[in-house]
Structures are given as C-alpha cells and as structure tokens.
C-alpha cells in the first residue's frame, strides 16, 4: 500500500460531521478511507446484516432446486433477481462526478451566501 503522508482539512458543521462518520461505520470503514473512496469516484459497500447472507442463500438454493421444474421465464426472473441482489449490494460501484454531485447536493441544502 502506497504511503498516505498529504493531508486535506475540510470543514464541517457537527451534523455533517456525524452523518459522515455513521455512512463510514455502516461500510466497516474509517471516515478517512470513507471520504477518500467517495472523493475519488467509488461506491463503498454498507455491511450487509447476517439475515442478508442467508435470504441470499436461500434464493440461491431455490434457483437450483427449481431448475427442472421452472418455465425459461421464471428461471430467467430468478437468475436475473439473484445477478441484481449481488451486484447492488455486493459488487463496489463507481459513480461519475455529476453523480456524486448530485447525491451531495441531496444531503445539504446550498447557503445563498447572504
């Protein structure tokens, strides 16, 4: 890993602060690492709760079990809800600067400046 020496000091009111901290501490991660994924495009992963892991095994399980016995259609619906279960909330994700933008401009109102 390469050496983190340079510094950015940003500033913050407490609430911002906190909501900050607590998105970090839903993705297992540290704030710093939280800002850094975001700051540079990413999407970091919430930790997903146990009862997940096993919904998610459990559909699985079913696409197998079902697999002689379905219609191409249902089998098509189950592999294609199982493939979105996995890359939504499993897969790391980048999103493009418009988007985070956008995404942050959601969770601030603008100050006029006034």
Not at 24 to 42: K, P, V
Not at 98 to 114: D, F, L, N
Request: one cysteine or more; proline letters at 3%; aromatic letters at 6%.
């Amino acid at each position: 890993m390469k050496e983190k020496i340079t510094r950015i000091e940003i500033r913050l009111t407490p609430k911002e602060k906190d909501k900050i901290k607590n998105l970090a501490a839903s993705c297992n991660l540290s704030t710093s690492e939280y800002i850094r994924q975001r700051a540079l495009g990413f999407v970091p992963n919430t930790v997903q709760p146990d009862v997940f892991y096993l919904f998610y095994n459990q559909l699985c399980a079913l696409c197998n079990s079902i697999e002689n016995n379905a219609t191409a259609d249902t089998e098509q619906q189950i592999v294609k809800l199982a493939k979105d279960i996995h890359t939504q909330l499993l897969t790391t994700q980048k999103q493009h600067k418009k988007e985070i933008v956008q995404e942050v401009m959601q969770w601030q109102q603008q100050a006029s400046g006034q």
